[in-house]
C-alpha cells in the first residue's frame, strides 16, 4: 500500500530548497542522493545478493548489466566499486559513455591504456563501467571482446545496455549476465519518502501515486519529477505534477475513451483540449491510451484490436504524421470496437 504522504504536513515543512531566501539548489536529486554502497539500493534484491558475494570474496568477473533505463543499473556498479576498492575507489574506477564516443577508437585508446595499468593500493584489479554499451559500433565490440580477455587480470569490465541483444555474442559469454526488471511501486515509494525527507518536501496522497505512474517504473524519471514539482511550490499534489510533466489525467483519458462510442464528437473535444490546450505530446498521449485501453471493460478479442492499431497510430506519428488525425482515427475505432459490445 502507498503511504498517506511522504512527509509531516504543509505547515511543519522547511523547504530546503531555497538557500538564503531565495537561491536554488541546483543540485540534481538522481546524482546528489545516489545510493553509494549496496546496502542502501532500494529494490532489486537478488542481483544486490550476488553482487554483495562478489565484493566480499573480491573477486568480480565481467558484468553485463541490462534493462530498461532507471533501473539503477549504473547505481549498482558504482556502489560495487565503491564498496569493494573504499579509499581508492577513484584510482582504480572508470566510467565511460559508450553513447558519446561509440566507435573503435575509444576502446584502442582510452580503455585499453585504463586496463593494461596495475591496479593501485591492495586492490585486486581495476573496474571499467562503459554505460550504453549496446551503441558500440561492431567493430568497437569486437576490439572490447580481445581488450577483455587480455587485461582480465587486472581490470574487470562491467558493460552497461538497454538491450542485451545488441552486444555481440562473444562478449555475452564472458560476462556474467544481470537482467534489472523495473522497479515496482512500493521501491520507488521507498525512495521517494527517503528524497522528500532529505530535503523537507511535502508530498500529498494524489501527487505521490501521481510521481509513480507516470514514470512507469523508471527511478531516475520518478525523482526528477519529484525534484521538478518541489520546486514549484511549497505542496506537492498531483495538479502541479501534471503541470510539470505535461501529461493527462489518466481521468481525462478515461472520459475521453467512455465518450468515444456515445458522442464521438465530445471525445474528440477532449482530445483536442488535451493536445492544443494542456499541450500533451500526441506520442505521450498514444502511450497513455496504451496502457488505459487495458482496463476497458471489453472482450479480449476486442483489445487485442485496438491495442494493435494503437501501436501502428504511435508509430506513424513517431514518423511525423498528424497527431491529432492519428489519435482521432484511434478513438473512432476505439469507439466503433465498443460498439459491438
Sequence with gaps: MLPEKLLRTPEDCHRSLRLDGNQMDLDLWTEKYRP????????????????????????????????PPGTSKTTAAMAMARDLFGDTFDRNFMELNASDERGIDVVRNQIKNFARTMPAGDAPFKILVLDEADHLTADAQHALRRTMESYAGSCRMVLICNYSSRIIPPIQSRCAIFRFPRLSDDSMAVRLKFNAKKDNVY?????NKLILYLPAGERAAAINLLQASASAGEKVDDSIVYSIAGRANPKAIKEMLDAADVNYEDSLEKLRGLIYQQGVSPVDLARQLHREVLKLDISEDQKMTILERAAEVEFRIGEGASGEVQLSALLAHIGLERGKS
Design 203 to 207: 508530498v500529498n496522497a494524489s501527487g
Design 36 to 67: 553509494p554502497t549496496l546496502g542502501e539500493i532500494i529494490g532489486q534484491e537478488s542481483i544486490i545478493e550476488s553482487l554483495t558475494k562478489f565484493v566480499e570474496n573480491r573477486s568480480v568477473p565481467h558484468c553485463l548489466f541490462s534493462g
